[in-house]
């Protein structure tokens, strides 16, 4: 590789703006009644006060509109059906109309999930409840029954009412987003929202679903897989277009994109110690290739089929590597533990060089 760091490093950049720019964005309708928790729901999986209390942009009456420049998911907000019918032929139609006008005029605006939330302990679920969810399945929108500020992760005697009932919904979830002090010294922890992402992920399509992942802030090692799925599935494709030549564009290629799905800024040093570890290796594995003439030098090689073979176990140990310290990076700071520069230069160079081992390119490759 005759490329310099700066180099290496604007083309990761470049990669990284491109995927960020080819982001899906998506929309999530909200529906529960006042204090069901929608607002600390949104907020602790997505890390932003995308619904501060209160203030929303009304859409209609009843509908609020959460949307933040840079932020690809916008959340519809909209309280559940009260017991007074005429509110509810307001909320009905209010969300028939936004429903319509995504699928109808304005394809940005179509919701793509709805979460339907229900404070556990209200446990109360009502037949005209149950028909309205029916109509906005029936146009094809994917439901997920919420059950909020749930105590215990195990099942409830409301939960098990609700699973004997037919209802229209994909899944029941049951969360709590954030700590609940009971007593001095009992609270009930958090949790629930990482099955919350993993089952929404799972019933968008696959950009939508990459955009979910990398924009939530609850499940780090979620976002580690889908950088592996995606390492995988560009690996695979590349397999039958192995070209030295392309060696340093494929690699940005894919650590700008995994950067963006584990939405991670550019990291210098890191990128610095793999730019080095490449540039070892691949000049002698790419030697004769990189020579001036390059079809005589191929059609030389003793066994082409070992060079294409260390080449993509290079782009996949070097990715994987990658992914594999960012997100330890990320837990640690999840966690107010911090890494310093120095710790993660060294743990990026034992993690490459073990992999290296592993792989056994360190035996036809001669590294100095
Ligand atoms: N500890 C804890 N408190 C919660 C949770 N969910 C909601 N709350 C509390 O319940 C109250 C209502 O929560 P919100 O998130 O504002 O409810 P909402 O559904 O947005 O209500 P509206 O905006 O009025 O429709 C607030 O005081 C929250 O702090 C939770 O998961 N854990
Ligand atoms: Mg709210």
Redesign the pocket.
């Known amino acids: 590789m005759q490329q310099h760091l700066q180099e290496f490093l604007s083309q990761i950049e470049q990669a990284y703006w491109i995927e960020k720019t080819n982001t899906k964005p998506f929309n999530i309708l909200i529906i529960?009644?006042?204090?069901?928790?929608?607002?600390?729901?949104v907020n602790a999986l997505f890390g932003k006060q995308l619904?501060a209390?209160?203030v929303g942009l009304p859409v209609t009456k009843t509908i609020a509109e959460y949307h933040q420049e840079g932020f690809p998911i916008t959340v519809y907000?909209t309280?559940g059906l009260e017991i007074f019918a005429e509110v509810n032929q307001d909320i009905k139609q209010s969300v028939s109309d936004l429903i319509a006008d995504g699928y109808q005029k304005n394809q940005e605006k179509r919701i793509d999930i709805v979460w339907y939330?229900i404070h556990a302990r209200a446990s109360r679920y009502e037949k005209n409840e149950n028909d309205w969810l029916e109509e906005i399945a029936k146009q094809g929108i994917p439901i997920i029954l919420v059950l909020?500020?749930t105590f215990s992760s195990k099942n409830s005697d409301f939960l098990a009412y609700l699973k004997t009932r037919n209802l229209p919904v994909k899944e029941i979830v049951r969360?709590?987003?954030?700590?609940?002090?009971i007593t001095e010294d009992f609270v009930v922890p958090?949790h629930g929202l990482d099955d919350l992402v993993k089952v929404t992920a799972n019933l968008l399509d696959d950009s939508r679903r990459k955009t979910l992942i990398s924009n939530q802030i609850v499940d780090v090692d979620l976002q580690a897989q889908e950088a592996h799925r995606y390492v995988d599935s560009y690996i695979d494709n590349l397999a039958s277009i192995v070209d030295p030549l392309l060696f340093s564009e494929q690699l940005t290629e894919l650590l700008g994109t995994t950067s963006v799905i584990l939405n991670v800024a550019i990291d210098k040093s890191i990128v610095s110690v793999v730019f080095n570890f490449i540039k070892k290796i691949i000049s002698e594995l790419f030697k004769n290739i990189l020579s001036n003439d390059i079809l005589s030098s191929v059609a030389n090689l003793a066994d082409p089929t070992n060079i294409v073979k260390s080449y993509i176990k290079i782009i996949r140990l070097v990715a994987d590597v990658y992914i594999d310290v960012l997100t330890t990076k990320k837990k640690a700071e999840k966690e107010n533990k911090n890494i310093s520069e120095d710790e993660l230069i060294q743990v990026t160079e034992e993690k490459l060089n073990k992999q290296l081992q592993e792989h056994h390119l360190d035996d036809n490759i001669e590294v100095r």
């Open positions: 529960g009644k006042t204090g069901v928790g929608k607002s600390t729901l619904s209390t209160g907000d309280p939330c909020t500020q969360i709590m987003a954030k700590p609940y002090q958090a």
